[in-house]
C-alpha cells in the first residue's frame, strides 16, 4: 500500500518561511518523480514544483520555493520562503512515473494535504 504523508503546514506571516515534508512508503521512490501541487479555496489545483528527472516550478513560486529530496529518507521537501498571502492554499505531494512532468493527471499517489495559511 501506498502511502504519501505530508507535515510541516502552518499559520504565519507574510515574509515567513515554511518547510514542508512528504513521507513516502509503499513505492520505489528513487525511480518516482515527486511533485507539490496546491489548492486554495474556489480555485483549481495549482502546480507548485517537481523532482525527477528535471525539477522545476510553477511561475508564481520560482525563486522563493525549493523542492528537495533525500532518497535515503524517501521523502521529498518544499522550502517556502518569502511567503506570501496568495500562498495560502492545501498544499498536496504527489508521486508519479519518473518522467511525469506538471500535469497532476500523471501522478498516480497523493498525499493527504497540509495547510498553510499566510496572514498579511
Known amino acids: 500500500q501506498v502511502q504519501l504523508v505530508e507535515s510541516g503546514g502552518g499559520l504565519v506571516q507574510a515574509g515567513d518561511s515554511l518547510r514542508l515534508s512528504c513521507a513516502v512508503s509503499g513505492r520505489t521512490f528513487s525511480r518516482s518523480a515527486m511533485a507539490w501541487f496546491r489548492q486554495a479555496p474556489g480555485k483549481e489545483r495549482e502546480f507548485v514544483a517537481k523532482?525527477?528527472?528535471?525539477?522545476y516550478y510553477g511561475a508564481s513560486v520560482k525563486g522563493r520555493f525549493t523542492i528537495s529530496r533525500d532518497n535515503a529518507r524517501n521523502t521529498v521537501y518544499l522550502q517556502m520562503n518569502n511567503l506570501k498571502p496568495e500562498d495560502t492554499a492545501v498544499y498536496y505531494c504527489?508521486?508519479?512515473?519518473?518522467?511525469?512532468?506538471?500535469?497532476?493527471?500523471?501522478?498516480?499517489?497523493w498525499g493527504q494535504g497540509t495547510q498553510v495559511t499566510v496572514s498579511s
Open positions: 504527489a508521486a508519479g512515473p519518473l518522467v511525469s512532468g506538471s500535469d497532476a493527471e500523471r501522478y498516480e499517489h
Open positions: 523532482s525527477g528527472i528535471t525539477t
